[in-house]
């Protein structure tokens, strides 16, 4: 279940919004102060919020700027009355996700929020991490314990395979087919090959052991790094 934060001080349009938002799955909560949903955000995390620009406490604009100086990312989709076209380019500007202008359809308030919950979800699963082993796949880089790793495109599509299915076993059949898009024979020796310029690099520096051989079916990285 999605969790929303829906910021918004007119307590009969935010009750009704809240109940649409609940019964189209989402778990909500509602704040009506700007500075409150500010203290809220520091040790509550959410998958999406919904942001009203004229609130008690801080402004909608002021709450976002904020949240972005301090490095939180959750999408912010800007309900606003003021149909002012620079309060809707600042908005975007200060780092929300979009915006819709009062009144609105809640069928498209739905859509839009659902294609943030979605964006933002896809853009997590680009790093992938393995205890202290992280792989961006949209940076396309590698760290161990925040020590630059550098990796071919070969070695690095293999390792984002084997930390995709971290704590999971990995074919040899499904990674000579995911990795190398020739035709390979089973008995190919190339995996091994590979496996070994991996653990060169990502194991033997740091002293751990996170890349396994499975005996006769395949590979298996530890989900905690090794
Ligand atoms: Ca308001």
Request: with cysteine; hydrophobic share 50%; charged share 20%.
């Given at each position: 279940m999605?969790?929303?934060l829906l910021v918004e001080d007119e307590a009969d349009f935010a009750a009704?919004?809240?109940?649409?938002?609940?019964?189209?799955?989402?778990?909500?909560?509602t704040v009506k102060d700007g500075?409150?949903?500010?203290?809220?955000?520091?040790?509550?995390?959410?998958?999406?919020?919904?942001?009203d620009l004229m609130l008690p406490g801080l402004s909608g604009l002021d709450l976002c700027a904020r949240l972005r100086a301090r490095g939180v990312e959750t999408p912010v989709l800007?309900?606003?009355a003021r149909t002012a076209e620079r309060d809707?380019?600042?908005?975007?500007?200060?780092?929300?996700?979009?915006?819709?202008?009062?009144?609105?359809?809640?069928?498209i308030l739905l859509a839009r929020t659902r294609v943030?919950?979605?964006?933002?979800?896809?853009?997590e699963q680009s790093v992938l991490a393995a205890g202290d082993l992280v792989l961006d796949r949209k940076r396309r880089s590698c760290h161990r314990g925040g020590v630059a790793i550098e990796l071919t495109p070969r070695e690095f599509t293999?390792?984002?395979?084997?930390?995709?299915?971290?704590?999971?076993v990995v074919p040899k059949r499904e990674a000579l087919t995911e990795v190398w898009d020739f035709a390979?024979?089973?008995?190919?020796?190339?995996?091994?090959v590979y496996v070994g310029y991996l653990r060169r690099k990502i194991d033997l520096p740091f002293a751990r052991h996170a890349l396994e051989t499975v005996r006769g079916v395949g590979y298996r990285l530890d989900p905690h790094g090794g």
């Open positions: 999605f969790r929303l009704a919004l809240a109940d649409g938002l609940c019964q189209d799955g989402f778990s909500v909560a500075l409150l949903a500010f203290d809220l955000l520091q040790h509550r995390s959410f998958d999406v919020i919904l942001l800007v309900l606003t809707q380019l600042h908005a975007l500007e200060i780092g929300a996700d979009d915006f819709l202008t009062k009144p609105f359809s809640y069928r943030l919950v979605r964006r933002s979800m896809a853009r293999l390792l984002a395979l084997l930390m995709s299915h971290a704590g999971s390979l024979d089973d008995d190919s020796k190339v995996l091994e």
